[in-house]
């Protein structure tokens, strides 16, 4: 049974920095692609950034493109997210997902999900 455990969320003053970190168990994750969502109060889920397992290719939103960076510790089975200069409007619930090959945008799309961790930034 695949399981998402995320880790890294706080209140931060805009401009720092936090990383996220999500564990990842259950199974080889070498045909997933793993992806950050986030959920802004009263609003959608949306994407953020995914990574392939395999590959290492990666994808952003252009609302964190250049801020935020997306990684993977193949030892550790772990993703990351890296969030520099965060402003107010990141402030979202951020959640870790797992789909099994072909990664995509659309957080219908995954299959599996952390239980999200909060970040608030504050200016």
């Known amino acids: 049974q695949v399981q998402l455990v995320e880790s890294g969320g706080g209140l931060v003053q805009a401009g720092v920095s936090l990383r996220l970190s999500c564990a990842a168990s259950g199974r080889t994750f070498s045909n997933y692609h793993m992806g950050w969502f986030r959920q802004p109060p009263g609003k959608e889920r949306e994407f953020v950034a995914s990574i392939s397992w395999s590959f290492g290719t990666t994808y952003y939103a252009d609302s964190v493109k250049g801020r935020f960076t997306i990684s993977k510790d193949n030892a550790k089975n772990a993703v990351y997210l890296q969030m520099n200069s965060l402003k107010p409007e990141d402030t979202a619930v951020y959640y870790c997902?797992?789909?099994?090959?072909?990664?995509?945008?659309?957080?219908?799309?995954?299959?599996?999900w952390g239980q999200g961790t909060q970040v608030s930034v504050y200016s």
């Open positions: 997902a797992a789909r099994e090959r072909r990664g995509t945008r659309d957080y219908r799309d995954y299959d599996y």
